[in-house]
């Protein structure tokens, strides 16, 4: 019994042993390469259709205002955590505002519908302060899209849906959020899915390298998909343990059995 154990353990030190440093290593440089990289432009988000727009409006008149909020009547608590801390979501929560149809409209009190879609929460905020001027005294406007998600799967230590209220994020910083890549995955070779005008790409991405920094994929869209690969070493420790599984239950069976003898 004890030769068994030992084996196990001698097993799983071999397998975790093979894991090199220099496929573990973040952002190695290249031999000859300069050690200073320009910094990639922020992605700036377009609304599209299936996007949930938040959209709160003041002015000097708070009671003509209140006419344009119809969703202040839920709790402020509700809102404020989401506008200052990523979650993680899990199950996909019920959210207030409004829907992006398919023409890519929004449809807001008294002003009718309003074509929101292919522009930033920016500019959507200007039109709708200009449109406002109509009936309010200097107001005030400002919307969020409260549909930013972005998966992570695979092997990290965190793996889940998770909604960024401030629309930016980096592929470094979500997969921080998820607590890093563990041991086993493949960082060299992390899958990014990504879904832009009707189409779906997959797209690969090498960890180890500095160009990382350059990359299209180095700032996420709305709805992105990152999935990192389990490595051979996680393959080859399933497949061993598998392999050992039913000798280490033999050998506890036949020790129940000599052991019911005496």
């Known amino acids: ?45 377009k609304i599209q259709p299936g996007d949930v727009l938040s959209v709160q409006v003041s002015s000097l008149n708070p009671e003509a205002a209140a006419f344009f909020n119809p969703y202040a009547s839920f709790a402020v ?49 200007d039109q709708l302060r200009s449109s406002l001027k109509e009936y309010l005294k200097e107001p005030t406007v400002n919307v969020r899209n409260q549909n930013f998600r972005i998966s992570v799967m695979g092997e ?24 890093d890549v563990t041991i086993y995955g493949r960082r060299d070779n992390v899958l990014l899915i990504r879904e832009e005008n009707g189409k779906r ?35 080859a420790s399933a497949d061993r343990t598998n392999q050992l599984l039913p000798i280490v239950l033999s050998g506890l069976s036949f020790v129940a059995i000599i052991f019911s003898r005496f």
């Not at 001698?10 to 440093?21: E, F």
């Not at 890519?104 to 009190?109: N, Q, V």
């Not at 008294?110 to 074509?115: A, D, H, I, R």
């Open 201 to 235: 790409s997959f797209n690969r991405i090498d960890l180890t390298r500095r160009d990382l920094f350059n990359s299209p994929y180095y700032h996420l869209h709305p709805n992105d998909v990152v999935y990192v690969e389990p490595g051979r070493v996680r393959a």
């Open 77 to 125: 608590s509700e809102r404020m955590p989401a506008t200052n801390t990523i979650s993680s979501t899990t199950p996909l929560p019920a959210v207030n505002g409004y829907l992006v149809d398919n023409t890519g409209m929004i449809e807001l009190p008294l002003l009718g519908k309003v074509n929101v879609t292919g522009k930033t929460v920016t500019e959507v905020k």
């Open 1 to 45: 019994m004890r030769s068994v154990l030992f084996g196990c353990a001698v097993g799983s030190q071999l397998l975790t042993s093979c894991v090199s440093t220099k496929h573990l290593s973040y952002f190695q440089q290249e031999a000859g390469k300069a050690d200073t990289l320009n910094v990639a432009n922020r992605y700036v988000p």
């Open 156 to 179: 990290v230590a965190r793996p889940s849906l998770y909604t960024i209220p401030n629309e930016q994020i980096t592929l470094l910083e979500a997969l921080s959020l998820s607590g």
